[in-house]
């Protein structure tokens, strides 16, 4: 299995980023996504996530409004549209595969709900 996570880079206060993450070695369609953050010195949060077929998205309240996921299943990618870019969005951000949730209860906030994870793409805003 395997998440790569890209898109990252340095911008400003007010910019936006895309970021991206391929996904293999398991059944796409079966799976919510979720994106995570993790600033330094801190722990790894919740920012986005989606259900199997797109059926829900859910967001941490930092970033409602300012960012949106997406899923395309045929393929096999999740994206993040980040937009107002704030400097405490500056982290790395983790894609994440969530194989156990159902459809009552995705897509699923905590990072011990997800069974696989890409290996991190950083963010840097400045202001």
């Known amino acids: 299995v395997q998440l790569q996570a890209s898109g990252g880079g340095m911008v400003q206060a007010g910019d936006s980023l895309r970021l991206s993450c391929a996904v293999s070695g398991l059944s796409f369609s079966r799976y919510s996504l979720g994106w995570f953050r993790q600033a330094p010195g801190k722990e790894r949060e919740f920012v986005a996530g989606?259900?199997?077929?797109?059926?829900?998205?859910r967001y941490s309240d930092a970033v409602k409004g300012r960012f949106t996921i997406s899923r395309d299943n045929a393929k096999k990618m999740v994206h993040l549209q980040m937009d107002s870019l704030e400097t405490e969005d500056t982290a790395v951000y983790y894609c994440?595969?969530?194989?156990?949730?159902?459809?009552?209860?995705?897509?699923?906030?905590?990072?011990?709900?997800?069974?696989?994870w890409g290996q991190g793409t950083l963010v840097t805003v400045s202001s």
């Open positions: 994440a595969a969530d194989g156990r949730a159902i459809t009552s209860s995705c897509p699923r906030t905590h990072t011990s709900n997800y069974d696989h």
């Open positions: 989606i259900c199997k077929n797109s059926e829900r998205t």
